[in-house]
Nanobody, 123 residues
């Protein structure tokens, strides 16, 4: 299984970005897709996740109401629409897959990771 994240960039406060994660390969059983972020000097932080079984989505408190996770099964992508961006959203964003989970918020639950994409929000 391989994941490739894209879509990061530089945006002003209040702006929007859409990240995409291309998932290649097959995964048996249920699993969770997830987005995490890591700012310099900080631990990787859970942002959102989605159950592969029914598409249910879950969000961290700092992004709830601003970020939306979705998937395109035909393209095998999982997207993260980020609106009303704030400087504190600045980080490298990673997508991941957690086999055997419907929802997963811990880094250690994820077996597969993409390479990360930089998001910078200027004030």
């Amino acid at each position: 299984v391989q994941l490739q994240a894209s879509g990061g960039g530089l945006v002003q406060t209040g702006g929007s970005l859409r990240l995409s994660c291309k998932v290649s390969g097959s995964i048996s059983g249920d699993f969770a897709y997830g987005w995490f972020r890591q700012a310099p000097g900080k631990e990787r932080e859970w942002v959102s996740c989605m159950a592969s079984s029914d598409g249910a989505t879950y969000y961290g408190t700092s992004v709830k109401g601003r970020f939306t996770m979705s998937r395109d099964s035909a393209k095998n992508t999982v997207d993260l629409q980020m609106n009303s961006l704030k400087p504190e959203d600045t980080a490298v964003y990673y997508c991941g897959v957690a086999p055997g989970y419907n929802a997963a918020i811990k880094v250690e639950d994820y077996q597969y990771w993409g390479q990360g994409t930089q998001v910078t929000v200027s004030s």
